[in-house]
């Protein structure tokens, strides 16, 4: 007999959708255009924060938050034993070292104080998640980082909405990510959007997700070469 799994969303297309799709489909242009720009300043005024950032999926979103962090070979990043396989697919993509620690089992969210004794001097950064839209520690996440000097990275596809301490999810990292794919709580097929109030992490995450239609005439080649990761109108 078949077991029934509750879905963790169930994506609900209106005729809303399927008018603003074909607005795109019908202009001239179908990569990253207005639509995606208004969709980064909307998502980020709608959490607080200052610029967003829209890319290709979550793991490139995580890649490019640790690259534009200036994580990279030898270092090492904090994650989740219990999380998706995608945020250590990330952190190795950036040549860095995935090192796990476990969670509280009520809320399925990393552990403060199994963070705190898996911190090395090679540690860089955090990646903590809001498991099933219950919110993390953050609290006592952002003591460490900052006892410690740790980039902090707020993982909240599963949590889109929910609140700490009066304060909405997505505004605890210094770079929070929320993940587009089914079965993220908001679905848009595919694609991300990361958040952040630093504007120089903002200038390198836009520097590093694609080249711009004017720089395809440019025959000068950068030591840090953008990626083709940017979401589609």
Same mark, same amino acid.
């Given at each position: 007999?078949e077991?029934?799994?509750?879905?963790l969303s *169930?994506p609900d297309v209106?005729?809303r %959708?399927?008018?603003a799709?074909t607005r795109? @489909?019908?202009?001239?242009?179908?990569?990253?255009?207005p639509?995606v %720009?208004?969709? %980064?300043?909307?998502f980020?005024?709608y @959490?607080?924060?200052?610029?967003g950032?829209?890319a290709a999926?979550g793991?490139?979103?995580l890649? @490019?938050a640790?690259?534009?962090?200036g994580?990279r070979?030898? =270092?090492e990043?904090i994650a989740s034993?219990y999380?998706?396989h995608?945020?250590?697919?990330?952190?190795?993509?950036v040549g860095?070292t #995935?090192?796990?620690? *476990?969670?509280?089992?009520?809320?399925g969210?990393?552990?403060p104080?199994?963070?705190?004794?898996k911190i090395?001097?090679?540690?860089?950064?955090?990646?903590?998640?809001?498991c099933n839209?219950? #919110?993390?520690?953050?609290?006592?996440?952002r003591?460490l980082?900052?006892?410690?000097?740790?980039r902090?990275? $707020? =993982?909240?596809s %599963?949590a889109?909405?929910s609140?700490?301490q009066?304060?909405v999810?997505g505004n605890?990292g210094d770079?929070?990510?929320f993940d587009?794919s089914?079965?993220?709580a908001l679905?848009? &097929?595919e &694609?991300? /959007?990361?958040?952040? *109030?630093?504007?120089e @992490?903002?200038? $390198?995450?836009?520097?590093m997700r694609?080249?711009?239609?004017?720089?395809r005439q440019?025959?000068a080649v950068?030591?840090?070469? #953008? /990626?083709?990761?940017? /979401?589609?109108?």
């Open positions: 007999m077991q029934e799994w509750i879905k *169930d209106s005729t %959708e399927l008018e799709v795109v @489909l019908v202009s001239s242009g179908l990569s990253a255009g639509v %720009e208004s969709f %980064e300043n909307e980020a005024s @959490l607080g924060r200052t610029y950032v829209a999926s793991t490139v979103a890649m @490019l640790l690259r534009a962090m994580i070979a030898g =270092d990043v034993a999380s998706w995608q945020i250590v697919h990330a952190i190795t993509l860095a #995935p090192v796990f620690a *476990d969670i509280d089992y009520w809320s969210n990393l552990a104080h199994k963070v705190a004794d090395s001097q090679r540690t860089r950064a955090i990646v903590v998640g809001n839209g219950h #919110p993390a520690a953050w609290a006592e996440f003591q980082a900052q006892v410690h000097g740790l902090l990275i $707020e =993982d909240s %599963e889109i909405g609140r700490y009066g304060r999810v605890f770079i929070a990510i587009f089914q079965p993220s679905c848009c &097929g &694609g991300a /959007m990361l958040v952040t *109030d630093d504007p @992490l903002a200038s $390198e995450l836009h520097y694609n080249r711009n239609l004017a720089d440019s025959i950068a030591s840090r070469v #953008p /990626m083709q990761a940017s /979401m589609s109108d």
